[in-house]
């Protein structure tokens, strides 16, 4: 636990800083319906990393931010112009147009960089694990100072963000505020992308501010709820990525999208009135009962068409049951399953061990000399393929089973799916002849 605290609290302060500030802007955005001008700002600024990258220097060094700021600002430049040509070109149609050219000139700079599948993969996906304390600071100085312009200028632009045209407002004065606002904008990703990668970024700004506009309109509600949502969704992010052992970006775009669901369902289930509840209820579970029964007609028709590929639903009913495929297997098929389930778990447990080790040390102890490297590497692969061969023999032991076993599960369970697919449908069609 107390490893865990020391590898994650930084880069958990640091996801609180990036949300707060991410979830104000995702506000102005939704109420501009420019959903997408983050992700084109911070393509943009992958952009100019990349370019920076090309010419030798680190994205994260002065020259990297310099370039990917100088492009970024001129996205925001661009961006300013959609309101004037908002009358003849949806302003969400540029931002794709921007978007798509931005990832075009970075596949193609990044086609000349040695190394540059390593910097693409970086910049999607960032790697925020690897903030220290003195990043931490700059990003609270900045987004400090950031939050404060916003501040004492939150009536005209969050009036601009409001309104394609505000009344008694000039053009001049109208665009003037809209590039300070995408300027700041700009400024803001800049700094995040190279940290927490296009994609965390983009959840960052839009789902926070998504969630908070499903429970209210007014400003003052839907900000703290933003933040809060934001806040709770990294941190289960983390937490998955550490327990897990997953790549700590996808990690956390997952966890805030699943925390979305559950907000959209929290208000389509408990945050209307009785009435309302009642029918989004019955809609839910109708549609609930639909999905298992496809998905159950699906995995049953696999079971039976293709026994020993992977099987979900026969794993569950395994699972459920407690009849593992041993059990339809002869007597020396059944020695030789259980020997080759026991070894993979032994030498799997070995793989766990040395890549504890070697993360241990990564993290938190002394660096590992060569010698040790190398000798735990070798030992990662050894392990590693005589795991790889004991799960190849129980593959093939496991489809022997699920062969016979397609018969006394798949067939009984697709036609129990068909019949209620047919009952759903017909309860659904009386329902409808009937309804008003």
């Not at 309104?163 to 004065?173: Q, V």
Request: glycine fraction near 8%; aromatic fraction near 10%; charge should be positive.
């Amino acid at each position: 636990m107390a490893d865990a605290l020391a590898l994650l609290l930084v880069p958990f302060f640091a996801c609180v800083a990036f949300v707060l500030i991410h979830a104000y802007l995702g506000v102005h955005v939704l109420r501009r319906n420019i959903v997408f001008a983050d992700l084109a700002l911070a393509q943009l600024s992958a952009l100019g990393a990349t370019i920076a990258f090309a010419l030798g220097h680190a994205p994260t060094s002065p020259a990297g931010f310099g370039y990917a700021l100088l492009f970024t600002a001129l996205g925001a430049a661009l961006l300013t112009l959609t309101r004037g040509i908002s009358r003849t070109m949806s302003q969400e149609a540029f931002v794709g147009i921007l978007y798509v050219v931005a990832t075009a000139a970075t596949i193609l700079v990044v086609d000349r960089a040695p190394q540059g599948a390593e910097h693409v993969k970086k910049i999607l996906i960032g790697n925020i694990l690897t903030v220290g304390p003195p990043e931490l600071a700059k990003f609270a100085a900045l987004y400090a100072a950031i939050g404060l312009f916003h501040w004492l200028a939150r009536k005209p632009l969050l009036a601009i963000s409001g309104d394609a045209a505000p009344a008694g407002r000039g053009m001049l004065a109208v665009s003037l505020w809209d590039f300070a606002f995408f300027l700041s904008f700009a400024i803001v990703v800049t700094s995040s992308v190279t940290t927490a990668g296009v994609l965390l970024v983009f959840s960052f700004l839009i789902v926070p501010a998504v969630i908070g506009s499903l429970f209210s309109r007014r400003l003052e509600i839907v900000l703290p709820i933003a933040g809060s949502a934001g806040i709770v969704a990294s941190g289960a992010g983390l937490a998955g990525s550490y327990a897990l052992d997953l790549p700590t970006g996808a990690a956390m775009v997952a966890a805030f999208a699943l925390l979305l669901v559950l907000a959209g369902l929290a208000r389509a289930l408990v945050f209307l009135d009785a009435e309302r509840r009642r029918v989004n209820s019955a809609i839910a579970a109708r549609a609930a009962a639909l999905l298992a029964l496809v998905l159950t007609f699906a995995a049953s028709l696999w079971l039976i068409l293709y026994p020993a590929a992977d099987q979900p639903l026969a794993a569950v009913v395994e699972t459920a049951t407690g009849i593992g495929p041993a059990q339809y297997l002869a007597a020396r098929e059944r020695e030789v399953y259980a020997g080759a389930v026991e070894d993979m778990g032994r030498f799997q447990a070995e793989v766990d061990r040395l890549n504890a080790q070697e993360r241990a040390a990564r993290y938190q102890g002394a660096p590992l000399s060569d010698d040790e490297i190398r000798r735990i590497a070798s030992y990662q692969q050894s392990f590693s393929e005589m795991t790889r061969g004991e799960r190849f023999v129980q593959d093939v032991l496991r489809g022997k089973a699920r062969a016979r076993e397609r018969w006394i599960f798949g067939l009984p369970l697709a036609l129990a799916a068909l019949l209620g697919l047919g009952l759903l449908g017909r309860s659904l069609w009386r329902r409808r002849s009937f309804s008003p």
